[in-house]
């Protein structure tokens, strides 16, 4: 197995920071030609997003914007996320072409299933955090509204509450990769996870604390899949650490046996 780079000759730092300078541009191109596709539909979009909670608003109820230009900057901010969230896969894939020339041919088996992995973790987070956090928690608000109360929502603060969990949501189901990494590069054993797993668990609740609303729904349903998925990483970087560990032994075993044998005096 070759331990040597696939591109060993140093470039010059100038070559690197122009490198740089050309990947980060194709990234603010790509966020901008998505951002420019989806405008025209920027209402269409906020309306799928406020669908959750339009569901259990009280009949006759709607949303409402107390700003003077919410009802343009809002769809427009929330535009703007989507395009950077549909722009995550080319800003991995510009981040890799930049890291892979200095990467191993074995770090580079393990790094594009990581990338991919990655990006649909990431966006199963969000897709979790829409389809099954939000109809649970918004229909525990507005069955808990006092009675004698409006249950009336501000599009701005509606935004920042739903871009907020999904953000949570999607980095939150980067568990495994993260479990997966500090395994592979040494950082920390099996055994030591395992024998943390206590003390995950109350990191995942404690987590769920600090980013979702002050109700147990909500940090349940964030904690249980962190915790779920972190058993995952913790399996997946026993498998592969076992299996690098048997690839080391027989490459050990096959270096003895090419060994010529030692002549008697």
């Known amino acids: 197995m070759s331990r040597l780079p696939e591109h060993d000759d140093e470039m010059p730092l100038v070559s690197h920071l122009t490198e740089l300078r050309t990947r980060l541009l194709r990234c603010v191109l790509a ?14 979009i906020y309306a799928l997003v406020a669908a959750p909670l339009r569901t259990y608003l009280p009949a006759g109820a709607t949303m409402i914007a107390t700003g003077v230009a919410s009802p343009f900057l809002t769809p427009f901010k929330l535009t703007m996320m989507v395009a950077l969230f549909l722009a995550i896969p080319v800003i991995l894939h510009q981040i890799w ?28 987070g969000m897709a979790f955090a829409y389809f099954v956090v939000f109809p649970i928690m ?3 608000f507005a069955s808990v509204t006092p009675e004698g109360v409006e249950m009336m929502t501000d599009i701005g603060q509606y935004l920042d509450f739903v871009l907020t969990l999904f953000f949570a949501f999607g980095v939150a189901f980067e568990i495994p990769v993260a479990t997966f990494l ?4 040494g950082i920390v054993d099996v055994q030591t996870l395992r024998k943390g797993r206590p003390y995950v668990v109350v990191g995942c ?6 980013l979702t609303p002050p ?11 962190m915790w779920m998925l972190f058993e995952a990483g913790l399996l997946c970087g026993a498998m592969v650490k076992r299996r690098e ?3 080391a032994e027989t490459a050990e075993a096959d270096d003895k046996t090419d060994q010529p044998p030692a002549t008697k005096p």
């Not at 200095?102 to 990581?114: C, D, F, N, Q, S």
């Not at 609740?205 to 600090?210: H, L």
């Open 31 to 44: 966020i901008f030609v998505l951002f420019a596709g989806l405008f025209y539909f920027s209402q269409d």
């Open 97 to 124: 072409g930049f890291i892979a020339p200095g990467l191993y041919k074995h770090e580079k088996r393990i790094a594009v299933p990581l990338l991919i992995s990655s990006i649909l973790l990431f966006y199963g």
């Open 138 to 140: 918004f229909g525990f």
């Open 182 to 185: 500090l395994i592979w590069v």
């Open 205 to 210: 609740f404690a987590i769920g604390m600090v």
């Open 215 to 225: 109700d147990i729904f909500s940090q349940t349903l964030l904690a249980v899949p």
């Open 245 to 247: 560990e048997q690839e």
